[in-house]
């Protein structure tokens, strides 16, 4: 296949020719304008900006399954604390999360059942003890020899029935 897929994107398509309709333009910088970056799960029942009060340009944002603390978020991390105004970061994944209900092995063998893939060359970073794995990524972050000693760093875990943070205390 070549070119775009239109088709297959008709509705983003459509909804970004409704959301350009009205736009107003942004003066953001592209720094957090509110010191802040966040790391959060990719599923799309976290709206983080709502979760925690803010607005568009306030929040750095990394996501990615499980809300984990790889080496891609520390080298983002690295980036914006020392060029995008990040000086607190808030580890945040959620309750009823696939990556924390369900083994590498489990996860494995179901893409294996189901598509034929084996991704065991992959590793997916699941969990057992949600709250053990949120205390050692925030250690983690704090820990980095590259970020700055002063940088603030917390954890929470979002419920996503209640709406609730709930703190960890690290």
Same mark, same amino acid.
């Given at each position: 296949?070549? +070119?775009?897929?239109?088709?297959?994107?008709?509705?983003? *398509?459509?909804?970004?020719?409704?959301?350009?309709?009205?736009?107003?333009?942004? =003066?953001?910088? +592209?720094?957090?304008?509110?010191?802040?970056?966040?790391?959060?799960?990719?599923?799309?029942?976290?709206?983080?900006?709502?979760?925690?009060?803010?607005?568009?340009?306030?929040?750095?944002?990394?996501?990615?399954?499980?809300?984990?603390?790889?080496?891609?978020? *520390?080298?983002? *991390?690295?980036?914006?604390?020392?060029?995008?105004?990040?000086?607190?970061?808030?580890?945040?994944?959620?309750?009823?999360?696939?990556?924390?209900?369900?083994?590498?092995?489990?996860?494995?063998?179901?893409?294996?059942?189901?598509?034929?893939?084996?991704?065991? =060359?992959?590793?997916?970073?699941?969990?057992?003890?949600?709250?053990?794995?949120?205390?050692?990524?925030?250690?983690?972050?704090?820990?980095?020899?590259?970020?700055?000693?002063?940088?603030?760093? +917390?954890?929470? &875990?979002?419920?996503?029935?209640? +709406?609730? *943070?709930? &703190?960890?205390?690290?």
């Amino acid at each position: 296949m070549t +070119g775009f897929p239109l088709d297959e994107f008709s509705d983003v *398509l459509d909804g970004n020719r409704e959301y350009a309709a009205h736009y107003a333009g942004m =003066s953001l910088t +592209g720094r957090a304008l509110k010191g802040l970056a966040m790391v959060t799960c990719m599923d799309s029942r976290i709206a983080p900006l709502s979760v925690i009060g803010m607005a568009p340009g306030d929040v750095k944002i990394l996501r990615n399954a499980g809300a984990r603390v790889t080496d891609d978020v *520390l080298r983002t *991390l690295v980036l914006a604390t020392y060029l995008l105004g990040v000086n607190r970061v808030l580890v945040m994944p959620h309750t009823d999360c696939k990556m924390a209900s369900a083994s590498e092995a489990d996860i494995h063998d179901k893409i294996m059942a189901d598509f034929g893939v084996d991704t065991r =060359s992959e590793e997916f970073r699941t969990v057992d003890d949600q709250l053990a794995a949120v205390k050692y990524d925030v250690i983690r972050i704090r820990s980095y020899p590259l970020l700055p000693k002063d940088l603030v760093v +917390g954890g929470a &875990i979002y419920d996503v029935k209640t +709406g609730n *943070l709930n &703190i960890i205390d690290i």
